[in-house]
């Protein structure tokens, strides 16, 4: 059996292959209205796309907790029953092809309320469905963003809280995994390092006043999540900063503190929290970081960022880099990468009847 196709079981959940979709945003619900931030006909055949090609766990995309926590107007939410009955369509399909549904719990912070990419992505005020974005810090992202408010202790204690009923909802819309979004200059994140933190209360200043934040929505979800299901955390490895920022070296500290605390797996992404760096991007080069953490911790990992191969993607499995791969850009351009990948390797991966002249 080749390490792509190998299942993977976490608690008692078993993913058949090793091949992973992870979030990526399509901004395209509704931005307001009694369907706001609930999944509509594309994201259903955008997702089962990716089903009947084989994928073996979807994570459907940055998903709000408020809306407040959106991205933008035209982002996913699952604050409310009507969103709920929506996503019940996706998750069925998925699971119904031997797809394992997951999601990606999120709140977007200082980087909220904002255009769709295509569009610019600038921040958008009320006359375009926006609101005012919240930070730990009143620290605007870049130049194009306005300050956001700082948030007092009980409107933290509230986004905790936002999460748990995010995370009970997802249960019932069917999801199998839940993972919390911690990564790429999004509000957790923002917490997390020091170079958007500069708080002097019991949330900011130290390793452990920074990473308290995170540790309550991870408790809080966990306290929700059943015991048999994973947890997965998404964080982004480094901010890319010479100084002043979240380190590599933070994050195989945070792995250890996030497995003691009821994480499964880490997803290990890099950047979004510092604007105008310059990444060294190239075929895996979030890689190293992954593996840093898999062979320093006990705690198992995902690896993403520009692996698009499937000698390569083989490869970082069999050498014990990480658990899984996350294939992004590719699923975009290839929805049936696993399947012409378990033909190439000579694994297994499950096709629908209507597909069987593909074999």
Known sequence: MTALFEPCTLRELTIPNRVWM???CQYSAAPEGPRAGAPTDWHFAHYAARATGGTGLIIVEATAVSPQGRISPYDLGIWNDTQVEAFRRITGFLAAHGTVPAVQLAHAGRKASTERPWKGGAPVGPEAHGWDAVAPS?????DRHPAPAELTADQIGDIVEQFAAA????????FEVAE???????????FLSPHSNHRTDAYGGSYENRTRFALEVVDAV?????????LFFRVSATDWLEDGGWSADDTVRFATDLRDHGIDLLDVSSGGNASGVRIPTGPGYQVPFAARVKNETALPVAAVGLITDVEQAEKILANGEADAVLLGREL????SWARLAARELGGEVRVPDQYHRSV
Do not use: Q
Not at 167 to 174: F, N, P
């Open 138 to 142: 009143p620290l605007p992202f870049d």
């Open 22 to 24: 992870p979030p990526m």
């Open 180 to 190: 919390i979004h911690g990564a790429h200059g999004y509000l957790i994140n923002e």
């Open 332 to 335: 975009l351009r290839n929805p």
């Open 167 to 174: 995370a009970r909802r997802a249960l019932d819309a069917g």
């Open 222 to 230: 966990r306290e929700v999540w059943p015991d048999d299901k994973p």
